[in-house]
């Protein structure tokens, strides 16, 4: 019996060992939530012709679009004020490859009073500024094909990016207005060298923008500039710039969306001013059905500097099942109308989506998206 009773002991102090273990192993991850979005499609492409003649070609992918894994956290530090963190990378579901912390990645301190400063990988309140107005935002028929003074279409870089080595403040809501402002590092060669590490070329970047939401009102105002003085061949002053305007506007079921972007550069020693300065806008409407949605957008791109025929435009138009609060089925058309100078292909497959300058790509999505 006194053997029976001492193995019963025995047992219960184990069981509330590893009862109190898991409660702290449970109270150490407690701060830490997983989440993320798979969407992928099926994709068939018209690359267009091209202006030397060459036929175009139709062609299939099975695309990932932004599919996506993410873990943050936050811990709060008393006053208001809370540590927080996020390690987010983007998943090729269609293929192989990846590196983890690939997309928002950064630690950083909050305070419910004086707003957020964060350190690491992160968009840039250029691009935070009116991502929302993009109805097929991720998407093939992402308006990003045109806007954001598009990589190829500037100096350097797309200003709508996501930048390492960033400093950011981002103002708590005050009456629904918002600041942000963030400093990119990437001044760490001497005057007339490349940037190590880099395929931009940008030496350092600042990036500003104004938000306000009230009810059914949204506006943003945004500016970028890449100081390029420590690309090769560049001199003192160099450098690409980007103003943006947005606007959105909700009308019961009905949600409109404007974007208005300018771009200018001065590279100085290697061509005249404005080589790649343009005008381009956006306008979207969105009719929300229950779970559903109809979906249309505009989006222009102005002549490229003194480049004849070097603008395009692209219409899409989308509709949306969904299948639940988190789960939706989708289907797209996008085609951009190049002139004869100019190559805009899609977003998300740019490099394989035209046959060449002045080819029109068209293209007919089908896809299932689910947040989690």
């Known amino acids: 019996m006194q053997k029976a009773f001492s193995t019963q002991t025995k047992l219960i102090v184990v069981a509330l060992a590893a009862t109190a273990f898991s409660t702290h192993a449970l109270a150490e991850t407690a701060n830490v939530s997983i989440y993320g979005k798979a969407d992928l499609s099926f994709d068939v492409i018209n690359t267009g012709a091209a202006a ?18 993410g873990f943050k956290g936050a811990e709060g530090l008393g006053e208001g004020l809370s540590a927080i963190w996020q390690i987010e990378q983007q998943i090729n579901m269609d293929n192989t490859g990846g590196n983890l912390g690939t997309r928002n990645t950064f630690a950083g301190l909050k305070s419910d009073s004086m707003g957020t400063v964060l350190l690491g990988r992160h968009d840039t309140p250029y691009k935070l500024a009116t991502r929302k107005l993009d109805i097929f935002g991720d998407s093939i028929a992402d308006n990003r094909a045109l806007l954001g003074a598009v990589s190829g279409k500037s100096a350097t ?27 990119v590092n990437l001044n760490e060669a001497a005057t007339g060298a490349a940037v190590p590490g880099t395929a931009t070329g940008k030496g350092s970047a600042l990036s500003l923008a104004g938000m306000y939401k009230a009810d059914a009102f949204y506006g943003s105002l945004s500016y970028e500039e890449h100081k390029l003085e420590h690309v090769v061949g560049n001199a003192t002053g160099a450098k690409e710039s980007a103003w943006k305007l947005g606007v959105g506007y909700d009308i019961d079921a009905l949600g409109l969306g404007f974007v208005y972007e300018k771009s200018s550069d001065n590279l100085t020693a290697v061509t005249a001013a404005n080589r790649f300065g343009h005008n381009a806008y956006y306008l979207s409407a969105n009719y929300k059905m229950g779970m559903n949605a109809i979906k249309a957008a505009y989006g222009k791109a102005g002549q490229l500097g003194a480049t004849l025929n070097t603008g395009s435009n692209q219409f899409s138009l989308g509709y949306d099942h969904g299948l639940s609060k988190r789960t939706k089925l989708y289907a797209i058309y996008s085609r951009i109308s190049n002139q004869s100078a100019a190559s805009y292909g899609f977003s998300q497959t740019t490099a394989t ?19 989690f």
């Open 157 to 183: 870089a797309s200003f709508d990016g996501r930048q390492p080595d960033v400093i950011a403040y981002i103002s708590p809501s005050l009456s629904g207005f918002t600041g942000a402002i963030a400093y």
């Open 353 to 371: 989506s035209i046959n060449g300058v002045g080819a029109s790509p068209s293209v007919v999505s089908l896809g299932l998206q689910h947040n």
């Open 52 to 69: 030397n003649g060459a036929a175009g070609m139709s062609k299939n992918n099975v695309s990932s679009n932004v599919s996506k894994l």
